[in-house]
């Protein structure tokens, strides 16, 4: 089946500081691939998503670029932010509708 | 769009008591996930529904956990009896599969669960 794998944290950071958590897959075709967020006491949350390779998902100034050659979809930002602490999923789909989740990127943002 | 619901928030319960999570999908998904989270597991997947039906139980840890969904609208994950290591936060997703595509899955807030 799918799996991901992602790099692990945590990672501590000071404000403004470039961010990159790599993340990379196996996986049967070419399937969707998502970052997802959690922030401190909340649930998952959707950050940005990529349906094809070579597709680049954005949001919140967070980017991920689909990369079927070396098989990776990492996340990057390129001035972080202290409200951008949180934990930080790679994820793609399995056969039967679910996604595979990576271990998880705690990222910590100092001022 | 509410959103998925989950009720309790919190919930704190005795070892070998009955506990009961109940979550309410968006309107339209027809994909539910459990989920529980642990510092020392991570997020695990306990079992998902599709259009009701239980499609991977393969998570439940064992068969003190079941799970139902009756209706399209409406899901529970029950503890029977609980124990301590089963302090966790728990997570409903649903989703919407088009075209054959996995989508988006979208959270709840969760329920942090403490038994003593």
């Known amino acids: 089946g799918n799996s991901v794998t992602q790099m692990e944290g945590p990672v501590t950071l000071s404000e403004e500081a470039f961010l990159t958590i790599n993340c990379t897959y196996t996986a049967t075709g070419y399937p969707s691939l998502f970052w997802y967020v959690q922030y401190p006491g909340e649930g998952l949350q959707l950050l940005l998503k990529?349906?094809?390779?070579?597709d680049k998902g954005s949001n919140k100034g967070f980017e991920a670029t689909y990369r079927k050659e070396t098989t990776s979809f990492h996340l990057e930002k390129g001035s972080v932010q202290v409200s951008d602490s949180a934990v930080y999923f790679c994820a793609l789909p399995n056969q039967g509708g679910k996604l595979i989740f990576g271990q998880g990127t705690e990222l910590s943002v100092k001022p | 769009d509410a959103g998925v619901i989950q009720s309790p928030r919190h919930e704190v319960t005795e070892m070998g008591q009955e506990v009961t999570l109940r979550c309410k999908p968006i309107?339209?998904?027809?994909?539910l996930f459990w989920y529980r989270q642990t510092m020392m597991r991570g997020l695990e997947l306990l079992i998902y529904?599709?259009?009701?039906?239980?499609?991977?139980d393969s998570g439940m840890p064992e068969d003190r956990f079941s799970a139902k969904m009756p209706n399209a609208s409406f899901s529970t994950l029950k503890i029977q009896p609980s124990e301590p290591r089963d302090s966790a936060v728990y997570f409903c997703?649903?989703?919407?599969?088009?075209?054959?595509?996995?989508?988006?899955?979208?959270f709840g807030p969760g329920t942090r669960l403490t038994v003593l």
């Open positions: 990529a349906t094809k390779a070579d």
């Open positions: 309107s339209g998904h027809d994909y």
């Open positions: 997703a649903s989703s919407l599969r088009r075209e054959g595509h996995t989508d988006t899955q979208y």
């Open positions: 529904f599709n259009n009701n039906v239980p499609i991977d």
